[in-house]
């Protein structure tokens, strides 16, 4: 039996906005795997994002608790590394420069930096750029970095939110198809984050639905589809019908509550 690795227990949160008080998250309960691939779906506004930084430790729950190998989450740590949209890149460094930032704040010889950075920089084909700066890359090789600077501090979980949903459909494909692949032969912990059902289908062994807000876990679709898996898969295809017919009914409950609230 594989061992559960992450625990989400009961964990709620709200925000305070000029509208008064928003619930983000309520009462979510979720076991990960060690190794396991999980994507979070749902409208915009359920609290995905949010619970990605609860789990990274950068946002304290207001219930509930995150536990991590039988120890709650109190704030950031190395083990967990979260992964944004917009890869938070320093554009007044290089690709390598940018890769080695994290290993060069934990102290590490310049040599040992190099060599972990180009280690991870073959991973995602990118070691003939490491000279070169952001402005001189495309946007998916920008996610490919951002990707590379997570990797490399060997983190057991990676926490993905929506990195590719900026990019055109077909780099999009091109570096989920690479996620795959890192996933495959890394075997770290993910939770992603994504609003493209097929995307989630086609990458995750579990997709977990989200309500509107406050966000609540609204089904777990397991997905027993051996990999690699084949898109055009009927059974890939059924699922992902299934999904998107549910995931309509919240985004109607979203679209209504903007309405009343307009």
Not at 123 to 147: C, N, P, T, W
Not at 165 to 187: F, I, N, P, S, Y
Request: glycine share 8%; aromatic share 6%; with cysteine.
């Amino acid at each position: 039996m594989t061992a559960i690795e992450l625990q989400i227990d009961r964990v709620s949160k709200a925000f305070r906005t000029g509208r008064g008080q928003i619930g983000a998250l309520q009462d979510i309960s979720l076991e990960v795997a060690e190794g396991e691939l999980v994507c979070l779906v749902g409208p915009s506004g359920c609290g995905k994002s949010t619970l990605l930084s609860v789990v990274a430790g950068l946002e304290p729950p207001d219930a509930g608790q995150v536990i991590l190998d039988g120890q709650p989450v109190q704030g950031p740590g190395p083990e967990r590394i979260l992964i944004f949209q917009d890869g938070g890149l320093f554009p007044w460094l290089t690709v390598l420069e940018n890769v080695t930032f994290g290993l060069r704040e934990r102290g590490l010889p310049l040599e040992e930096r190099r060599q972990r950075a180009m280690e991870v920089l073959r991973l995602v084909h990118l070691e003939r750029f490491k000279d070169a700066y952001i402005h001189e890359l495309s946007g998916g090789m920008r996610q490919r970095v951002a990707i590379a600077r997570g990797l490399v501090l060997s983190p057991r979980i990676l926490l993905m939110d929506e990195p590719f949903a900026a990019l055109d459909t077909q780099t999009r494909d091109l570096l989920v198809e690479e996620l795959r692949g890192l996933h495959e032969e890394l075997k770290n912990t993910i939770l992603f984050v994504t609003h493209h059902v097929r995307e989630a289908v086609y990458l995750a062994d579990r997709v977990v639905l989200f309500t509107f807000q406050p966000g609540r876990i609204k089904h777990i679709y397991p997905l027993e589809v051996p990999r690699p898996r084949d898109p055009d898969d009927p059974s890939l295809e059924a699922l992902v019908r299934e999904i998107v017919e549910a995931l309509h009914v919240e985004v109607e409950r979203a679209l209504n509550e903007e309405y009343r609230r307009a």
